[in-house]
């Protein structure tokens, strides 16, 4: 029985997470849950799932639900930075699965690695803003840092008895988004509800607007390097608008291996679970035939300027990657509100990042502090 505590089990992928533990009760076991402010859902959660712990981070959603559970159910009911913490390092688990979104995951993670947790990582944020210190923390700890991304699980599906040092590239696989072919003109003044259609994925809000402008591939770019150890000259983005393959390596005999499937997310999130096993489960299997036909083109980094600034912030090294993610949760979200457009997304990064000077082997404190820079530098851009 695998014990898991969830970050974020009320979104995208902490629903499909508990749907993976629902078929396979036998083998997992959830121990906490959490979330920001959806104490609904929470509650039915609490009530099918049987955590011993939750937490709330949003203070007044905590006493919400610590009001609204039943006097016969036996929970502790956490709140705040300091509850997911304690849900992140429980003696008890085994694996901690981050389905939080943005930077806000680092700290927690932090927390269960230190505790000898291994991570089941959806937060792909916590590794583009501390991509060095989560790795260094994860390798002096013994612990496993398990992709759940779908590229990233299939690069280590590909590398599954590879030797690293044979890659000579990773090409990571994206779908384009929904403005794929698009030109720059026709994008101004697109709105929030055609950016948040991904033609192949049912994402949460934040990710499918890093879709549309090519963000999330290029914060996908930034978790390769420090999942697998790659340099950026070595991460190659095809776009392949089926999302069949998943990604591929190609190794130094020019072999390339992919890892295909339907789009499932509950895949990704079984194998870092159950891994290094395979369970049996009932999800869609690909009929090839019927898919006829797959397709690859060349990213347009002139159109969807976000993925050339993450190449560039790793090429920059530093302190780069953590503000271009810090600003791009804080345009993201204006964006959301209807108050900036779309190309004001890249174009306030790429202010904040020539703001900023940046720190070489940066500490957990001076992540924190510059990225609370970041937002606020952002934040002032705009108004
Ligand atoms: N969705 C997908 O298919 C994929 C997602 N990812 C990554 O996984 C992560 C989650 O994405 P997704 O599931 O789509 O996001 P959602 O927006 O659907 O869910 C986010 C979850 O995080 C919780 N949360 C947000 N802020 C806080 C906070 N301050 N404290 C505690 N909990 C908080 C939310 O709680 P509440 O409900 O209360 O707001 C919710 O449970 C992201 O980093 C994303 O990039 C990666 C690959 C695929
Ligand atoms: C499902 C998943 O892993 C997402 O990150 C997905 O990759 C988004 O699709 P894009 O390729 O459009 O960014
Ligand atoms: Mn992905």
Known sequence: MKKISILGSTG????QTLDVVRQHKDKFEVVAISANSSVDLLLEQIKEFKPKYVAVYNESSYIKLKSMIPSDINIEVLCGMEGLKTISSLPEIDVLLTAIVGMIGLVPTLEAIKAGKDIALANKETLV?????VMSEAKKM??????????????FQCLNGENNKEIEKIILTASGGPFRGKTKEELVNVTKNQALKHPNWSMGRKISIDSSTLMNKGLEVIEAKWLFGVEHDKIDVVVHPQSII???VQFIDSSVIA???C?????????????PNRIECDFERLDLAKIATLTFENPDMDTFPCLKLAYETLKMGGTYSAVLNSANEILV???LEEKIGFYDIPKYIEKTLEAHTSIEKP???QILDIDKWAREYVSGLIK
Do not use: N, W
């Open 259 to 261: 890892q295909l499937g």
């Open 142 to 155: 013994g612990v496993s840092i398990l992709p759940v991304d779908s590229e990233h699980s299939a690069i």
């Open 246 to 248: 998943h990604s591929m």
């Open 12 to 15: 995208s992928i902490g629903k």
């Open 129 to 133: 803003c501390a991509g060095d210190l």
């Open 363 to 365: 500490t957990l404190e």
């Open 263 to 275: 789009p499932d997310m509950r895949l990704p999130i079984q194998y870092a679970l159950s891994y």
């Open 333 to 335: 979200s204006e964006f």
